[in-house]
């Protein structure tokens, strides 16, 4: 293994993504065209080379240790144009912002899980010495080869499949691309790489759901406002089109949800779920996107396999997914549609809070409902404490810990989610299935790791929870 540090010395970062919003945590490729300039600027040294292109060649793309950040708005300022002479007073004035990020601890690591030869790690030590800032003029900083003082944790892992942010990235070739392109012009990299985030959480014990907090985050891009009250219609769309882009007969069970027989697994399988507008002033329920959330210690391979062709062409270009829903005529599908919706696979780096996955899984002891839970059984009339109870075995069953304190409610506690009636009742199952639908706030004794899902229509976006405070307050 080898890491490089890079320290801010002024405790500021100042580098802007390509939507001019402050660039944090560094991108790989920012650091690796730094360490060019550098070599460039001093006399292209043949070990810093070799050192350089070693580094351009390692697969996977490192990993990141980065804590969070405040990120502070671009603040437009004029400054002097510097192609124009005759004085400071003289020259023409240019607006020119600046997005800053101030982060919460001033050093950063990037990690490649690959042994460096001994005349690599030489290189890459000297050419350190010779970086003096990442991003704009003002962003100082110091670099160096870390050692085993530095205690290095990554955080950010390249991960396409879960991709919660997108950063660019070095490859074979890039150290020629930059000399190419030459010092007049804007260095640029084509290669981008999806990362995502295994935040510790410090101080407090995490139990881990059934589900992998990785969610596959899907973003309208186009269609009609759909409101809470379309869940089936959407999550039903969007399962049968991950089902429809594979092979028959290889459809597996884990995404189906079904055995060969067509009876219900008993196994882990896919849950889908809608990602609402809630919790928030002028919150109205509508759907912003879908998610779906895959049973945890899944293969890579069989994600990559199935989940990959409903997300990506073969080329492995994004693909821009099309749910829809015919109208009903009588007992009948018409040619008409009732809606149609354009979806693709979330990648911002900020996206709304709706569609950010740390909004559905960061680890909390306190949980309420957005989407109503299906009782797996009706409660017994005038026995107290009957639907709780019951609650109770739907945590259990669902593989989350029991929780310590149930209550209900026919309201969500985030504004927009509406109340439990507002939702169609969930019939699946048959006509002599359970359809009594409530919303709760429960508290566990530890932390839960998200998605959390509990009751009957879990896999189908009924029964949805989002942390709140602990103050009972909306989160």
């Not at 882009?245 to 027989?261: I, N, R, T």
């Not at 009706?378 to 075995?393: F, Q, T, W």
């Amino acid at each position: 293994m080898i890491a490089l540090g890079i320290r801010y010395l002024t405790g500021n970062v100042v580098a802007s993504n390509a939507a001019r919003r402050p660039e944090w945590p560094p991108h790989p490729g920012r650091v690796f065209m730094a360490m060019a300039a550098a070599y460039f600027e001093t006399g292209e040294d043949s070990q810093e080379r070799a050192a350089l292109e070693w580094l351009e060649q390692q697969k996977p793309a490192p990993a990141i240790a980065a804590s969070g950040a405040e990120l502070r708005s671009p603040v437009e300022t004029y400054v002097p144009v510097n192609d124009k002479h005759g004085g400071i007073i003289g020259r023409s004035r240019q607006a020119r912002s600046f997005a800053t990020a101030r982060p919460y601890r001033d050093s950063v690591f990037l990690v490649w899980h690959s042994e460096a030869p001994a005349d690599v790690r030489e290189g890459l030590a000297r050419l350190c010495t010779k970086v003096t800032r990442i991003g704009h003029s003002s962003s100082l900083v110091q670099m160096w080869v870390a050692g085993e003082r530095d205690h290095v944790t990554a955080n950010w892992h390249p991960d396409e499949s879960h991709a919660q942010q997108r950063m660019r990235v070095a490859e074979a070739g890039t150290l020629a691309q930059l000399k190419e392109q030459g010092e007049d012009s804007d260095p640029k990299l084509s290669r981008w790489q999806g990362y995502t985030t295994a935040e510790s959480v410090e101080e407090q014990k995490v139990i881990a759901g059934p589900f992998d907090s990785r969610l596959i985050v899907l973003a309208k891009l186009e269609g009609p406002v759909l409101g809470l009250e379309s869940t089936l219609q959407l999550t039903g769309a969007l399962r049968n089109a991950a089902m429809k882009v594979l092979p028959d007969g290889e459809v597996p069970e884990w995404l189906s949800g079904h055995q060969a027989d067509g009876t219900p697994t008993l196994k882990p399988h896919v849950a889908f779920f809608p990602l609402p507008f809630v919790g928030a002033d002028y919150a109205d329920g509508h759907v912003m996107g879908l998610a779906m959330a895959i049973p945890r210690n899944l293969p890579q391979e069989e994600l990559k396999r199935t989940v990959g062709a409903l997300l990506f062409h073969e080329s492995g270009e994004e693909k821009q997914i099309r749910l829809w829903r015919a109208r009903r005529n009588g007992d009948q599908d018409s040619k008409e549609l009732a809606w149609s919706w354009q979806l693709a696979r979330e990648t911002r780096e900020r996206p709304p809070i709706a569609l950010g996955a740390r909004t559905w899984t960061q680890p909390k002891r306190v949980w309420a409902s957005v989407t109503p839970i299906v009782l797996h059984h009706y409660p017994k009339k005038n026995r107290d404490g009957d639907v709780e109870r019951i609650l109770r075995e739907a945590f259990e069953s669902a593989g989350l810990p029991l929780p310590t304190v149930i209550r209900t409610a026919p309201v969500s506690v985030f504004a927009g989610a509406g109340h439990a009636r507002s939702m169609p009742e969930f019939a699946e199952g048959g006509a002599d299935m359970c359809r009594y639908q409530t919303h709760a706030v429960v508290e566990f004794e530890d932390a839960v790791q998200g998605p959390v899902l509990a009751g009957r229509g879990r896999f189908r976006g009924y029964g949805l929870f989002r942390p709140v405070r602990e103050s009972g307050s909306e989160g």
